[in-house]
């Protein structure tokens, strides 16, 4: 996973689905914590869409145009109680053009914040690699 501004949660709450890390990479997984934070996000007015998976993990799309902003998350390598999420945002020319878009991804990175603070049975929750 990218290494810009990961949240990061340590719970056993996220079960591994069968076959799952097929669709990503062996040993990726985070399908159900990737459709939990979809839940969450709605539930606080976020327009996203359904998990799509990749080859580091699991992608949650937020916005196409007139930029591409996104939410990655999996679990951390070689774990599977530990679970990692970063905002990003495409480079591109819009993004560097308006202000707003890096508030907006700076909301979100507090709103990522707030919602892996209300992971269940969660040990741990901090920021950083």
Request: charged share 25%.
């Amino acid at each position: 996973m990218s290494r810009e501004s990961l949240t990061w949660v340590k719970t056993s709450f996220f079960p591994i689905e069968p076959g799952e890390d097929e669709e990503t990479n062996p040993e990726i997984y985070g399908r159900a914590f990737a459709k939990w934070l979809v839940q969450e996000l709605k539930a606080r007015g976020e327009h996203v869409g359904d998990p799509i998976p990749e080859d580091w993990g699991w992608c949650i799309l937020l916005c196409r145009m007139p930029y591409l902003l996104w939410i990655g998350c999996a679990n951390r390598q070689g774990e599977t109680d530990e679970w990692g999420a970063f905002v990003s945002v495409e480079p591109g020319f819009v993004p560097r053009l308006f202000r707003s878009v890096a508030a907006r991804k700076k909301r979100l990175e507090a709103l990522l914040l707030e919602v892996m603070q209300s992971v269940p049975q969660s040990e741990r929750v901090w920021v950083g690699e």
